[in-house]
């Protein structure tokens, strides 16, 4: 399942970002648990967190510093 996701919003869930990855959901935690994949959390709202749009975007057009080599 690919998600097309909203220009207008600033965060998505894990669930988007898995199915617009090509991940599934328990993969994209596990790379989120490692700090592998850049993530917010929601003061208040226990366990939940967001991805920011920006670097999802980073990330889907190779340009996010975690991609980058060093030479």
């Known amino acids: 399942m690919t998600a097309a996701l909203a220009p ?35 003061p208040g709202t226990g366990r939940r967190v967001v991805l920011p749009r920006a670097e999802v975007d980073q990330l889907t057009a190779g340009t996010h510093p975690s991609q980058q080599t060093t030479r």
């Not at 965060?11 to 850049?38: D, K, M, Q, W």
């Open 8 to 42: 207008e919003r600033l965060t998505y869930s894990v669930r988007e970002v898995a199915g617009l990855l090509g991940l599934s959901e328990s993969g994209l935690r596990n790379l989120i648990a490692r700090r592998e994949f850049p993530v917010r959390p929601i």
